[in-house]
């Protein structure tokens, strides 16, 4: 009898720690997912995940008197983490789509975001019409992926830009379709050999990404947003990023 009890209780605690592991936690924490191949948003330095991403997350949960805690895992990992409620929000350079909107809740934009081009220095290609029949690389579930698809390039797609980028200056592909600040900072660690053209393919938003129907956290962070916009915070941070910012 006793052996059933204590069996019981084994079972009874692992089911406890099952549902209680990675999920929305207690009201103190605010639980993000991210993937920190991203930079300037979101990136490793050392075992530390840093970015303008992690700046601004910082500041809203320390407005919501919550605890932040960063897991860092795929970039569609993380979107699914989110909209299933598997992590209060998602915060990784997610470009607010209509598509996405289906199935997961989104905060106000805080960033202004396009697709671009990265090519090598020396490519014949100078502009979007020249990418006609090559072949372009670019981060797997991410809107620079859509737009290729799209436009019925033949698409190559990585787990991360760094990964697409290394194909381009392998001569695997073509061109890269990154969003343009982190073509930027991926390109400027090639030593010259990349270029970014100057154009931009899309017009995208960033936004916070949370489970559809969180009305109640996407209030509380839409209301962490403005005050951190009206203080001048979220500015300084994308100034500290290099991000050219327009505080309107
Ligand atoms: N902004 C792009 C998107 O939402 C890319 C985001 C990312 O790769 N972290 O798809």
Redesign the pocket.
């Known amino acids: 009898m006793k052996k059933v009890i204590a069996l019981t209780l084994a079972l009874m605690l692992s089911v406890c720690c099952l549902a209680g592991c990675g999920s929305a936690k207690d009201d103190n924490t605010l639980t993000m997912a991210t993937?920190a191949e991203?930079p300037p948003?979101e990136y490793l330095e050392g075992e530390e995940i840093v970015g303008a991403d992690v700046d601004i997350a910082k500041a809203i949960a320390e407005k919501l008197g919550k605890t932040l805690e960063i897991t860092n895992i795929d970039?569609d990992a993380a979107l699914t983490g989110a909209a299933t409620g598997k992590y209060d929000v998602a915060i990784?350079?997610?470009?607010a789509t209509d598509e996405r909107r289906q199935n997961m809740g989104f905060t106000d934009d805080y960033y202004t975001?396009s697709q671009a081009i990265i090519v090598m220095a020396d490519s014949e290609i100078k502009a979007a019409a020249d990418l006609e029949g090559k072949t372009v690389s670019c981060?797997e579930?991410?809107?620079?992926e859509q737009f290729l698809l799209d436009n019925e390039y033949a698409v190559q797609s990585f787990k991360t830009?760094a990964e697409a980028i290394s194909a381009l200056t392998a001569g695997k592909v073509d061109a890269v379709v990154i969003?343009n600040a982190v073509a930027k900072a991926l390109s400027s660690k090639q030593d010259g050999k990349t270029v970014v053209l100057d154009e931009a393919l899309t017009e995208?938003a960033?936004a916070i990404v949370t489970k559809l129907g969180n009305d109640e956290l996407i209030g509380e962070i839409n209301k962490a947003l403005a005050e951190l916009k009206a203080e001048g915070k979220l500015a300084e941070i994308f100034e500290k990023y290099e991000l050219p910012y327009d505080a309107e």
């Open positions: 993937n991203f948003f970039f990784a350079g997610v470009t975001a981060q579930g991410t809107t620079g830009g969003d995208e960033y």
